[in-house]
């Protein structure tokens, strides 16, 4: 027995010495191919270093496999962050195409008007947002031939206010298309209605003058008004302001032949020539435009009859119309109109003062009533009590019928009238004596 338990030792000591001299020599080959793929050489049996770097090739995937055989298969990690950088981009580009689609369409449908609830809105643009600048003219074929002078608005206040109208979303959006289409020249100043389903391109066309869009207020002005209390009711009816009606009368260059011999500078040089009537303005209109108005009425109220009879008078029309102004202030009825203007030109030609109390309360308008005693010794040029000769303007704006009256005055011998107080009308006086005794009669308190 024990015998064969030694046998059995010896074996496994014998295998296990196999074992060693196996691994040593695979140790000792695995140097061998080292060396032999390094320096190129043959190698010990005679072999071309191609040879023994094939051999060592496969003798390292042998190894390696047999290593492979026993690990999972795993994608590297460079491979899974590509995949991922790659989904991320995808997304990326996805949401801002959507991004952008949904800005285009936003943008699309202010600038045309889309899906917009219908309504209406007031917009105004005050003269004052408007300034003038210098433009290139060109011809047919894009050629520049000069430069003039235009009108251009603030379109930051337009955007502004029809933004606040609810007429458009996107400022930036708007003033991209203004600056394109050159729109601040387009637009005039006034009061708009402008509707909801305008777009872009329409709410430009409809806040001009005479695209049907402007608000328009009538104004009756009684004839007998002052220039002041004209521009006054101008700007109670919003039609422009005040101050800037007063400006444009004074500077703007009106070309009308009547005005020519009219220095510019002073607002009064245009008293009597706003022809009262009943017009329709532009709200928010211009001041010069507003003026105009008054005096292309005038203009084609003066007819070539009247053009003769003032010719034939020798007398300028700016004086007729001081004449007609004093008439308007006057005279209680249509026939009393020409007796009154035979009453001045007989005092004119005789040297007298007119004695027209009505001139002096030109120079205080917000007085009511006959002129005090005090208003009646004053030292003003527009004291016709104490002055000979016409005053320095009109003292209102006369209708028609008193200019017709100043041109073709009635041919009496009437130096004087006063006021019938039982009747409300004048009566016409030859001389002192019986004035005076008709004032007598009267009590004017």
Same mark, same amino acid.
């Given at each position: 027995?024990?015998?064969?338990?030694?046998?059995?030792?010896?074996?496994?000591?014998?295998?296990?010495?196999?074992?060693?001299?196996?691994?040593?020599?695979?140790?000792?080959?695995?140097?061998?191919?080292?060396?032999?793929?390094?320096?190129?050489?043959?190698?010990?049996?005679?072999?071309?270093? @191609?040879?023994?770097?094939?051999?060592?090739?496969?003798?390292?995937?042998?190894?390696?496999?047999?290593?492979?055989?026993?690990?999972?298969?795993?994608?590297?990690?460079?491979?899974?962050?590509?995949?991922?950088?790659?989904?991320?981009?995808?997304?990326?580009?996805?949401?801002?195409?959507?991004?952008?689609?949904?800005?285009?369409?936003?943008?699309?449908?202010?600038?045309?008007?889309?899906?917009?609830?219908?309504?209406?809105?007031?917009?105004?643009?005050?003269?004052?947002?408007?300034?003038?600048?210098?433009?290139?003219?060109?011809?047919?074929?894009?050629?520049?031939?000069?430069?003039?002078?235009?009108?251009?608005?603030?379109?930051?206040?337009?955007?502004?206010?029809?933004?606040?109208?609810?007429?458009?979303?996107?400022?930036?959006?708007?003033?991209?298309?203004?600056?394109?289409?050159?729109?601040?020249?387009?637009?005039?100043?006034?009061?708009?209605?402008?509707?909801?389903?305008?777009?872009?391109?329409?709410?430009?066309?409809?806040?001009?003058?005479?695209?049907?869009?402007?608000?328009?207020?009538?104004?009756?002005?009684?004839?007998?008004?002052?220039?002041?209390?004209?521009?006054?009711?101008?700007?109670?009816?919003?039609?422009?302001?005040?101050?800037?009606?007063?400006?444009?009368?004074?500077?703007?260059?009106?070309?009308?032949?009547?005005?020519?011999?009219?220095?510019?500078?002073?607002?009064?040089?245009?008293?009597?020539?706003?022809?009262?009537?009943?017009?329709?303005?532009?709200?928010?209109?211009?001041?010069?435009?507003?003026?105009?108005?008054?005096?292309?009425?005038?203009?084609? @109220?003066?007819?070539?009859?009247?053009?003769?009879?003032?010719?034939?008078?020798?007398?300028?029309?700016?004086?007729?119309?001081?004449?007609?102004?004093?008439?308007?202030?006057?005279?209680?009825?249509?026939?009393?109109?020409?007796?009154?203007?035979?009453?001045?030109?007989?005092?004119?030609?005789?040297?007298?003062?007119?004695?027209?109390?009505?001139?002096?309360?030109?120079?205080?308008?917000?007085?009511?009533?006959?002129?005090?005693?005090?208003?009646?010794?004053?030292?003003?040029?527009?004291?016709?009590?104490?002055?000979?000769?016409?005053?320095?303007?009109?003292?209102?704006?006369?209708?028609?019928?008193?200019?017709?009256?100043?041109?073709?005055?009635?041919?009496?011998?009437?130096?004087?009238?006063?006021?019938?107080?039982?009747?409300?009308?004048?009566?016409?006086?030859?001389?002192?004596?019986?004035?005076?005794?008709?004032?007598?009669?009267?009590?004017?308190?």
């Amino acid at each position: 027995m024990p015998d064969e338990l030694e046998k059995i030792n010896d074996i496994f000591r014998l295998h296990e010495e196999i074992e060693r001299t196996a691994a040593q020599k695979k140790i000792e080959e695995s140097a061998l191919h080292a060396a032999v793929g390094k320096t190129g050489v043959q190698n010990a049996a005679g072999k071309t270093s @191609k040879t023994a770097a094939v051999e060592q090739d496969e003798y390292d995937d042998e190894d390696e496999l047999t290593e492979r055989d026993y690990r999972p298969v795993r994608r590297g990690r460079e491979y899974r962050s590509g995949c991922l950088g790659g989904v991320m981009y995808f997304v990326f580009i996805i949401c801002v195409s959507i991004i952008l689609a949904c800005v285009a369409w936003m943008s699309a449908a202010d600038a045309l008007a889309l899906n917009k609830d219908l309504f209406t809105a007031e917009v105004t643009l005050p003269a004052n947002i408007f300034t003038t600048k210098t433009v290139e003219t060109m011809d047919e074929d894009g050629t520049v031939t000069g430069t003039k002078r235009v009108s251009s608005a603030d379109i930051d206040y337009v955007a502004d206010e029809l933004k606040s109208a609810g007429l458009i979303q996107y400022k930036w959006l708007f003033k991209l298309f203004c600056k394109v289409s050159h729109a601040d020249t387009k637009l005039d100043p006034g009061e708009y209605e402008l509707k909801s389903s305008y777009d872009y391109r329409a709410l430009i066309g409809k806040m001009q003058k005479d695209s049907g869009a402007a608000a328009t207020v009538t104004v009756t002005i009684p004839e007998g008004f002052t220039m002041s209390q004209i521009f006054y009711r101008l700007e109670e009816n919003g039609v422009c302001s005040y101050d800037d009606l007063m400006a444009s009368a004074a500077e703007e260059n009106y070309d009308y032949s009547f005005l020519r011999n009219v220095e510019a500078g002073d607002a009064l040089r245009l008293e009597g020539f706003l022809f009262p009537d009943t017009y329709e303005f532009y709200k928010s209109m211009s001041a010069a435009s507003a003026v105009n108005k008054f005096l292309q009425n005038f203009y084609g @109220k003066m007819s070539a009859d009247m053009e003769k009879q003032l010719s034939d008078r020798g007398m300028s029309l700016r004086d007729v119309l001081k004449v007609a102004s004093l008439i308007e202030r006057e005279a209680a009825n249509d026939e009393e109109r020409p007796l009154i203007a035979s009453v001045i030109y007989n005092r004119l030609r005789s040297g007298w003062t007119l004695g027209l109390e009505s001139s002096i309360l030109y120079v205080h308008q917000d007085h009511e009533g006959a002129p005090s005693a005090d208003m009646l010794s004053e030292d003003s040029p527009y004291n016709l009590m104490i002055n000979t000769g016409l005053p320095p303007t009109p003292i209102c704006n006369p209708g028609i019928a008193s200019i017709n009256a100043a041109l073709v005055p009635a041919d009496t011998n009437y130096y004087f009238f006063t006021l019938d107080t039982a009747t409300g009308t004048h009566r016409f006086f030859t001389t002192i004596d019986e004035f005076n005794a008709f004032v007598a009669t009267q009590n004017y308190g």
